[in-house]
């Protein structure tokens, strides 16, 4: 669906419009697709489409994935969540995962960023060189 100017402008509007504190607020977000429903203004199919786009890409942007090969213990947990803390402001969900492929080492996914201080990622990266 090819989603015109005015949708997205009127789109960015509401999404601006359920921004608290530079955080979008869950409630406001889907009071906004209510009215949004229960009014039907022209193309509001195209709004919807646009807004929903919009709350994925900050629900991404604000989303961190740390991956280890082995368990991070809590310590290490804390200074991570304080790090990214720092790089990307507060509100950012955390998630810790094991993913034993690593080998050593970390990967980081924060929206489209990733750090990968991996072994894994060192090798790929040095089997690229040969």
């Not at 786009?53 to 969540?81: C, F, G, M, N, Y």
């Not at 969900?93 to 060192?122: C, E, M, W």
């Amino acid at each position: 669906m090819k989603i015109s100017k005015q949708a997205k402008r009127e789109a960015k509007q509401l999404f601006r419009g359920c921004m608290v504190n530079g955080v979008l607020d869950e409630n406001k977000a889907r009071r906004t697709v209510d009215q949004l429903l229960e009014l039907k203004p022209r193309g509001y199919l195209a709004i919807l489409s646009h807004f929903e786009r919009l709350v994925k890409l900050d629900v991404e942007r604000r989303t961190a994935r740390v991956e280890s090969a082995i368990p991070l213990p809590p310590d290490l947990q804390q200074v991570v969540q304080a790090g990214l803390a720092r790089l990307y402001g507060s509100g950012l969900n955390i998630s810790f995962a094991q993913n034993p492929t690593l080998i050593g080492g970390l990967r980081i996914k924060v929206g489209s960023d990733v750090y990968d201080g991996s072994i894994q990622g060192r090798l790929a990266g040095l089997l690229e060189n040969f």
